[in-house]
């Protein structure tokens, strides 16, 4: 078995060719769109459907959701109204998938590193503070200042699905930016709801809630069965946070923020292979239960139950929430009663106004002030689109709306002012798109590189002042890659020390599931100092980099291989190719080797002769003319493949900087990049 996946020949760079919609059928169209944008449209369509229900048959809708249901048998039972069923129950499973995000993201995501996280933070507390300020000034005297807490939170929900429907052509790096913005700012509302709306706390349920929570944290260690034992705790932990007081969709957050998270072990992924080699050979019920446990297991649960949970919260209890919740009447009198309400414009200035500048304000003076970093593509113009759709704040601001205002004349006030505030946060947010975009057109972005070479962080190979640079972003499983080396390599061989090249990662993994791996695991190498050898190894066997090759690799290299093992799941490593790969999304790479020539998008054939004509084009006034030998070049046959430079080249000199005293070879004998199948 030589591989543990399906490999796909990826696109030729040559012969790259735009998809084209029209032939696509409803089905593939509607799954193009994605769970965050399905999502989105579903809870718009369920607010419409709430808002002309509650006006088309007045009394009806709250009459539904006063329906009252119990639970139980004799005196053990529970009483709920079908609006309570979907605030404190559904809810809680909606609450749980954020707790299950905030401890990713704060365990392995991009919350692990301060120096990564500093701005998205930094942002989501000031877009916590300033709108409640705003809103106490303009409600105080109503009588409702107490309800604050409405203009906290932003909808992650509604971001996500509004960024996807009308963000910018590349949202990458602004998707990221507010998703760990959104992770703060979940905290944050989420404090406030336990703290500020809690009421009538009984202790005693809360020592039973702690009790049970202590089961869900040890439950970790049980070598089978935690399902059940997880279901039967959770349970438990929320009818004792419903009998205390505390709202009890906080149970779900409790929970999952003890849910264990890591990243894949390669020791688990071997062990489920062997597994499932052993199913191979010998087929029955045993080893096909073995198996489907170990790859199971392989994955930590939190990322399990967020894949489970989150198609279930997105079509299903978002949309029922807000079918329950926005039963807003609208007639002349309730419109124009929200017209003179202070709470009304309380509620929008702090969700459109507060969150736009607190977001955009803290963010534009910590970049005035160098702290932080947004990365390449990330503009303040985007930041600012993305400032303005984090005034939707549409769930957990109609969530806490029930909790903090108890007269229904002001409660319908507050939805219209949540309503409006979400409308207009989303036509703020498409203008400013809309004029980003305008200003910054596609072609040219996409042709010029986006992050400039930093010798600091760059993998370069040459001297750092050489006049000419090619930048590869590019693949360790791609053949293409393969072959564009041995171009590079005569490059090389023609220019000595003129020559700088980079490499930077855009694993394909919709071809090549491994590429990703092998991208972290140079990354871990480069950490010692051996970047380009593991680099060489990679392209020297790319049928196999499986977890168990990538060690072998790695040990055949001499590195530490304890902390090469704790490096593969290191923010630093994982970061660094992440950047790379929302550096490439930016340019519009789709398809690898894409090769920049000092600093401008090559196109066309990437043989010695194209590279070192097109190097020749950009030549400045400074740089020195390049030797009379392009001509006598052979023009490179589209097998040829190399070493980029070879082992035995000319060593860079005192100035070079390189991850290893070694270049970074590859074999040169490849064929191409060709469907594998294992």
Known sequence: ???????????????????????????????????????ALLLLLATFAAIIWANASPGSHDAFWDTHLTIGVGDLHLDFTLHALVNDAFMAIFFFTVGLEVRREFAIGELTSWSRAVVPVAAAVAGLAIPALLFVLIAAGSGHEYAWGVVISTDTAFLVGALALIGPRIPGRLRVFLLAL???????????????????????????????????????????????????????????????????TLAGVAIALLVPVYRPDRRDVEHALDLARVFRQS????????????????????????????????????????LANVGVEISRENLAAALGSPLTWGIVAGLVAGKFVGVFGSTAILRVLRLGELGPGLTLDRVAGGAALCGIGFTISLFIVDLAIDDPAAQNEARVGVLAASVIALL???????????????????????????????????????????????????????????????????????????????????????????????????????????ERGLFADQENQRPSDIIRLARDLGLDMERFERDLTAPEVTGRVRDDMLDAEAMGITAVPTLFVNGRRHVGPYD???????????????????????????PAAPGSAGTVPAAGAAEPGAEAVSDSTDAPAREADRSPDRPETT
């Open 1 to 39: 078995m030589a591989n543990s996946t399906t490999t796909r020949q990826s696109p030729n760079p040559e012969q790259v060719d735009a998809h084209s919609v029209a032939s696509r059928s409803i089905a593939e169209r509607v799954r193009a769109l994605g769970q965050n944008r399905i999502g």
């Open 182 to 248: 959104a992770v703060v700012d979940d905290i944050g509302a989420l404090s406030i709801i336990a703290i500020m709306y809690t009421e009538n706390l009984d202790p005693l349920p809360l020592i039973v809630a702690a009790a049970g929570l202590a089961g869900v944290y040890f439950t970790r260690y049980l070598r089978g069965g935690r399902g059940p034992v997880y279901g039967t705790l959770a349970i438990i932990v929320w009818l004792a946070f419903l009998a205390s007081g505390v709202h009890p």
């Open 283 to 322: 087929p029955n019920t045993a080893y096909a239960r073995a198996a489907a446990n170990s790859l199971r297991e392989s994955i930590s649960i939190n990322e399990r139950l967020q894949s489970a949970y989150a198609p279930y919260v997105a079509y299903v209890i978002l949309p029922l929430f807000a």
């Open 428 to 534: 703020i947010a498409t203008v400013i798109f809309r004029i980003s975009d305008a200003l910054r057109p596609g072609p040219d972005s996409e042709a010029a590189l986006a992050r400039p070479v930093d010798p600091r962080r760059d993998h370069v190979f040459g001297p750092v002042d050489a006049p000419y640079t090619i930048v590869e972003y590019g693949d360790f499983q791609c053949g293409f890659c393969l072959k564009a080396s041995g171009s590079i390599l005569e490059v090389h061989e023609v220019l000595g020390d003129e020559l700088r090249y980079v490499w930077r990662h855009a694993p394909l993994t919709q071809y090549h599931p491994n590429a990703l791996a092998g991208a972290e695991a140079a990354e871990a190498a480069a950490l010692q100092g051996k970047f380009f050898e593991f």
């Open 608 to 634: 010695a002769q194209s590279l070192i004509r097109a190097l020749e084009k950009s030549r400045g006034d400074a740089a020195p003319a390049l030797p009379e030998v392009v001509d006598a070049l052979a």
